[in-house]
Antibody, heavy 114, light 107 residues
């Protein structure tokens, strides 16, 4: 059974940093292309970032809204993907989902507020 | 960026009724389109991929069609468990983009 479990969300002040972790199981993680998608309080879904597999040189892609502030990475030995979020803004407030596109985690809530 | 225009924003259907939801892309996305259902408090669940392929475990009353810039999701015989919000997602070009969602309720 495919499982994706996000952790690391919480309340953070604007300008601060947070790192999300997605622990996975039930599939061959090393071959998988992993994404982060977020859902705003208004329920709009927004793709955030993608990291491809080793065979694709771990290529990464970002939404313009987070480019230069967020970094996606992975550890194939731990079947985990990460999202390092720096210089957080109030508009980054959302539920962050780790996803294979076909399967999604339960999400972790990030609230950016002073 | 490719804009995904989804309609209608909301829909109310009777039990057994057939419903359709549309997504229009701002350019050709070559059938790189997925449909998701999201129930309240849950994460999105994949229904359809590559415009018309049914995800394993999804009831056959769900179907997808379309090509080029126009795509649709059809539910043939509305059931109570089909209530939720439906989203389309294009995967043809970065950044991936979602439609704004269609809220489907039982009448």
């Amino acid at each position: 059974e495919v499982q994706l479990v996000e952790t690391g969300g919480g309340l953070v002040q604007p300008g601060k940093s947070l790192k999300l972790t997605c622990a996975t199981s039930g599939f061959t993680f090393s071959n998988a292309w992993m994404h982060w998608v977020r859902q705003s309080p208004e329920k709009q879904l927004e793709w955030v970032a993608q990291i491809k597999a080793k065979s694709n040189n771990y290529a990464t892609y970002y939404a313009e809204s987070v480019k230069g502030r967020f970094t996606i990475s992975r550890d194939d030995s731990k079947s985990s993907v990460y999202l390092q979020m720096n210089s957080l803004k109030e508009e980054d407030t959302a539920i962050y989902y780790c996803t294979l596109i076909s399967y999604w985690g339960q999400g972790t809530l990030v609230t950016v507020s002073s | 960026d490719i804009q995904m225009t989804q309609s209608p924003p909301s829909l109310s259907a009777s039990l057994g009724e057939t419903v359709s939801i549309e997504c229009r892309a701002s350019e050709d996305i070559y059938s790189n389109l997925a449909w998701y259902q999201q129930k309240s408090g849950k994460s999105p669940q994949l229904l359809i991929y590559y415009a018309s392929s049914l995800q394993d475990g999804v009831p056959s009353r769900f179907s997808g069609s379309g090509s080029g810039t126009q795509y649709s999701l059809k539910i043939s015989g509305m059931q109570p468990e089909d209530e939720g919000v439906y989203y389309c997602l294009q995967g043809s070009k970065y950044p991936l983009t979602f439609g704004s969602g269609t809220k489907l309720e039982i009448k």
